[in-house]
């Protein structure tokens, strides 16, 4: 019997605005001084991220350093920046991840908080995130659904790897079975909740993993109350 949903935060309940590509040439313009072309941006975006998944994958069942951690120095250093990296890393780092009015609460979010929370669903959130994300759900007037937010900072272990996942099991004194985990990541989010035997769902809203026929895929929010 299903207890408890857990949800990923980012590009799984809030968006960025107008989209990832276009939220960071709009923050590197403000925190480093320099225009991006939304081309020059998504090779270098596509780039890290895969890089960044792939290390994340290996660390699955590993402990040591955060694979995200540098991410957005990656991202100015593979630009061209010739300032110091480290310090506008951070700056970006703090402005494009910490400020929710970069981001855009999808449509489909508080129905479908809305629906397990009248079902008796314990609702939490686990991500890779910094703890400013807690601003996020003050800011879009939903933490009051939320038994918990957890992020990766301060658990100090990131998904994929299925101790970040165990925590949240543990402070609900539930067992893998009795939780479901929801988020856009096929790495980070459907194998690392799979792995550890919760039941996985891949929010898959642009329909991406249209192909993959060997993992639950829903496109809404709402289709999560299927599986209750």
């Not at 939490?124 to 937010?149: G, M, P, R, T, W």
Request: proline share 3%.
């Amino acid at each position: 019997m299903i207890k408890a949903v857990f949800f990923d935060a980012i590009d799984t309940l809030f968006g960025p605005y107008p989209d990832k590509i276009g939220m960071y040439c709009r923050v590197i313009k403000k925190t480093a001084g320099f225009d991006v072309s939304p081309d020059k941006m998504k090779q270098v975006w596509d780039k890290i991220v895969i890089n960044t998944e792939e290390k994340a994958a290996r660390m699955m069942s590993e402990n040591g350093d955060l694979a995200w951690d540098g991410f957005n120095q990656k991202i100015l250093e593979l630009l061209d920046y010739q300032g110091d990296l480290k310090t506008a890393g951070k700056k970006l780092l703090y402005e494009a991840w910490s400020n929710p009015e970069n981001f855009v609460l999808y449509d489909d979010v508080i129905d479908t908080l809305v629906d397990l929370e009248n079902k008796g669903i314990i609702i939490a959130c686990v991500s890779n995130e910094k703890s400013q994300l807690n601003n996020f759900f003050v800011h879009f007037a939903i933490d009051k659904y939320f038994k918990f937010i957890m992020t990766s900072e301060e658990e100090g272990v990131e998904k994929p790897n299925p101790k970040i996942f165990k925590h949240a099991l543990n402070r609900l004194n539930l067992e893998p079975k009795e939780a479901i985990h929801v988020g856009d990541s096929l790495i980070s989010d459907y194998y690392g909740a799979e792995h550890l035997g919760l039941k996985a769902i891949l929010i898959d809203r642009d329909d991406k993993f249209r192909d993959n026929k060997k993992v639950e895929k829903i496109q809404n929010l709402t289709e999560v109350l299927k599986y209750i």
